[in-house]
């Protein structure tokens, strides 16, 4: 059993060596593709944009975090933002410019690679082709010379969690087996080294949406059972939810915030949090508070909040399926409705003086693309942002 705590960990590439975008470049881009919403992105370029010095970039900017005994961590933020750099610094394959990396409270630089009791899982499987499945999950016992009966043991125990169907895997070589299947051989082998600590880095991500979905309660099992210490980076919240105890949200280099699913869900600490989550995301709209209410772009919204400035610039947010659709309130153009049966509920995207809005509500809801319907903002679901910082205001 490991714990895994990093203290102010910082690191650097050189524009030179600089593959992709900077993290802040992707950001902005995956926010936009995500979400499309010219608003937030405008918002975030504007905003959230810090003067970056010419030739260095932050993958990691000053992260402190701890991976508890037993629990499993999703590292979940967009492409570029530094999960995959972060990973690597807790495996110890990257040294970082500054900070340090314990295991139960020994740096990592005192640990040899081969005590620190690491199983990783990438999204680029790599596994051996010559070798039969088999032969690869025990590749690393082999090699040390154990009992070949003691290997075959574990084999077939790790085999067994994994689904069944892999012992139909076993005798089969690499390039015969499909993504999903090579996958599994892969979890399957770095768990039969039996690990102290897990790391998975987007291991899904090349397998369709049914044998994610699959897979992905095959690697909860066995987390579960195992109780290994395990990181999960993904740039995907469904899985980030299924797999993990505790998210972690990374944007820039920076975690931004940690805690449960309900924690940064509803207790959001800033717009791009709060624009990254949910599905829909968050409706946020640009405003001021002024006198004794908040007034956007043709709505307002009182009474105030305590707490708000008269004449201060703050966002408002409210989530999707929080906007309930009334007789009267605030009138709202229908544009497209997209039922989702097995939910049972239908998003609706809606035009508010211009502004997109979406909500979520039950499919029962008769609501008619082209007409005017009226919406209300429950008092008790409504956000504000902080125009400057991006900061959630209580
Ligand atoms: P993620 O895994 O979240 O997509 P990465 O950790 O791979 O993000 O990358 C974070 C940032 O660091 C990106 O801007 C990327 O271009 C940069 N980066 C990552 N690895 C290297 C490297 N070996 N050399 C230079 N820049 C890198
Ligand atoms: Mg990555």
Known sequence: MTSVTLRHVSKRFDAADRSGKSGLASVVESTGRMFNRGKTIDYLNAKRAEPEPADRTYALDDVSLTIRDGETLALLGPSGSGKTTLL?????????????????????????????????VFENYALYPHLDARSNIGFFDIVRRRHRTEVDARIEHVAQIMGVDIKHLLARKPPTLSGGEQQRVAVARALARDPKLFLFDEPLSNLDAKLRAETRVQIKRLLRHYQITA?????????????????????????????????????????????????????????????????????????????LKPGQKVWFGIRPEHIIFEEEGIPVQVELVEPIYNDRVQIVYLSLIGQNCVARIPLEHSVEVGTTAYVRFPDEHIYFFDDETGQRLS
């Open 88 to 120: 690597r610094v807790i495996a110890g394959l990257t040294e970082p410019d500054e900070g340090e990396v314990l295991y139960d409270k020994v740096p990592i630089r005192d640990i040899p690679l081969s005590e620190r009791g690491l199983g990783i």
């Open 231 to 307: 990181v999960y980076v993904t740039h995907d919240q469904t899985e980030a939810i299924a797999i993990s105890e505790r998210i972690a949200i990374i944007q820039a280099g920076r975690i931004i915030q940690i805690g449960t699913y309900q924690d940064v869900y509803y207790r959001p600490v800033n717009i791009f949090v709060a624009t990254f989550l949910g599905n829909p995301p968050m409706n946020v709209f640009e405003g001021n508070a002024e006198g004794d209410h908040w007034q956007g772009t043709g709505f307002a919204l009182r009474p105030l909040r305590p707490g």
